[in-house]
């Protein structure tokens, strides 16, 4: 399967679902590059889209063809939100966060509308886990947060877990936020809510990549065209 193609063709599908005048939502990481770049030919003819931008490259590219910008207050109403994934099961629970961005892109999708997931077809799994959990952990303490990230998921029934900080050419990786990321091999989640939940609550733990009752619409590509899954 070409995924590039798929990720395109995916992108180009979520740009139907935009009107002019609409305050979008915009995903990190090259699925939802595509789908910024679909974008260019309606604000080049004056569709007046505004963006919250989930991180500093996509605020990059989104201004580099005529985007506006805005960093939204209480009053703001995101209409749209798109953005990829990393993995998406069949109820539509995502793990996102390759890219570092989950806080934000998280803030983003609960915050939006409509939260539209494009992804090429090989992000379709059975059930979240093979993929690396990101989560998000506040510099402070990190050690004595890992430790208990730990056993916090030894508790769960994650015996066999893998846990990294993400380390990113040579050096820790930080978020946008200047956070830090733990990624946890897991193999296999089978009750995501629950395990946000866990996580959530340890102190040091700023978010995590599982994203649960969030996503409205998932728009998956390959080559030969998209599929439409709906919450």
């Known amino acids: 399967m070409d995924k590039e193609a798929g ?25 939802a590059k595509h789908f910024v770049d679909a974008l260019a030919p309606k604000a080049a003819d004056g569709w007046q889209l505004k963006g919250v931008p989930t991180s500093e490259a996509t605020r990059r590219h989104a201004e580099s063809i005529g985007i506006e910008i805005i960093e939204p207050d209480e009053t703001t109403i995101i209409d749209l939100a798109v953005d990829g994934t990393d993995e998406a099961d069949p109820n539509l629970n995502l793990i996102k966060g390759g890219g570092g961005a989950l806080l934000r892109e998280k803030i983003v999708a609960n915050a939006a509308q409509k939260f539209i997931v494009i992804a090429d077809k090989s992000k379709r799994v059975a059930a979240l886990g093979a993929f690396p959990l990101p989560i998000e952990i506040e510099p402070f303490g990190w050690a004595t947060t890992i430790r208990n990230i730990r056993t916090g998921l030894k508790t769960a029934g994650f015996d066999n877990l893998k846990l990294e900080l993400r ?38 733990v700023i978010e995590t990549g599982l994203f649960c009752g969030l996503t409205d619409i998932i728009i998956y590509g390959d080559e030969d065209g998209v599929s439409i899954e709906k919450a």
């Open 167 to 204: 380390i990113h050419q040579g050096e820790v990786f930080k978020s946008d936020g200047n956070h830090l990321i733990a990624d946890c091999a897991l193999g296999r989640i089978d009750d995501p809510a629950t395990l946000d939940q866990l996580l959530g609550a340890i102190p040091g």
């Open 7 to 31: 990720k395109k063709r995916a992108g180009q599908e979520a740009a139907k679902f935009v009107e002019r005048g609409m305050t979008l939502g915009l995903g990190t990481g090259s699925t």
